[in-house]
């Protein structure tokens, strides 16, 4: 199983918007609502943003979002703040072979 | 409140075992599956396996069927993940996260445990 892949690389201004892309397959992303958003800032454990594709937990900004559409997930960055510099990491599940697969991982700057 | 504590930094030789603790509180450890990821340097997340600690089953990444082995006890909380036959590209930070059902993804995490493996 491969693992999803994003952008290496995202960069935006203070105040702009940015999105994250999240490519798998008909067999991970396509198939299951069940795509989850990670931020993770250096020497630091990952984060839940947004859990089943669309859906923040408690105390998450609402600048965060996250769509799909087929195969492809998506993380969206409102009002870009130079806290949300880190590493994002989308997860799938990917049926009862294969269970999670993450995707390669995207650095966001804030320029 | 809930918190995941690992146990601390591992050395090991190639070919050697290693054993990593996760212990949970603020919830009722019985009732969220407690999954294992791990980060080597530099490098994304990868996902190694699950354990049910209410059942003791699992499911582990193919990648590591043979080599890994997750378990827990349940009268300390603590869930484990032994690997076995060390490489040195298993070098990585190794993180416990808890499965949230009812918010499917991986909620609380521990703060991870340095696996460093070399001659």
């Known amino acids: 199983q491969s693992a999803l892949t994003q952008p290496a690389s995202v960069s935006g201004s203070p105040g702009q918007s940015i999105t994250i892309s999240c490519t798998g397959t008909?067999?991970?992303?396509?198939?299951?609502?069940?795509v989850s958003w990670y931020q993770q800032h250096p020497g630091k454990a990952p984060k839940l943003m947004i859990y089943e594709g669309s859906k923040r937990p408690s105390g998450v900004s609402n600048r965060f979002s996250g769509s799909k559409s087929g195969n492809t997930a998506s993380l969206t960055i409102s009002g870009l703040q130079a806290e949300d510099e880190a590493d994002y990491y989308c997860c799938s599940y990917a049926g009862s072979s294969t269970f999670y697969v993450f995707g390669t991982g995207t650095k966001v700057t804030v320029l | 409140q809930v918190q995941l504590v690992q146990s601390g930094a591992e050395v090991k030789k190639p070919g050697a075992s290693v054993k990593v603790s996760c212990k949970a509180s603020?919830?009722?450890?019985?009732?969220?599956?407690m999954h294992w990821v791990r980060q080597a340097p530099g490098q994304g997340l990868e996902w190694m396996g699950r354990?049910?600690?209410?059942?003791?089953?699992?499911n582990y990444a193919q990648k590591f069927q043979g080599r890994v082995t997750m378990t827990r006890d349940t009268s300390i909380s603590t869930a484990y993940m032994e690997l076995s036959r060390l490489r040195s590209d298993d070098t990585a930070v190794y993180y416990c996260?808890?499965?949230?059902?009812?918010?499917?993804?991986?909620?609380?995490w521990g703060q991870g445990t340095l696996v460093t493996v070399s001659s």
């Open positions: 008909s067999s991970d992303v396509g198939s299951y609502n069940l």
């Open positions: 354990i049910n600690p209410n059942s003791g089953g699992t």
């Open positions: 996260a808890r499965e949230n059902p009812y918010s499917p993804g991986f909620d609380y």
């Open positions: 603020g919830y009722t450890f019985t009732g969220y599956y």
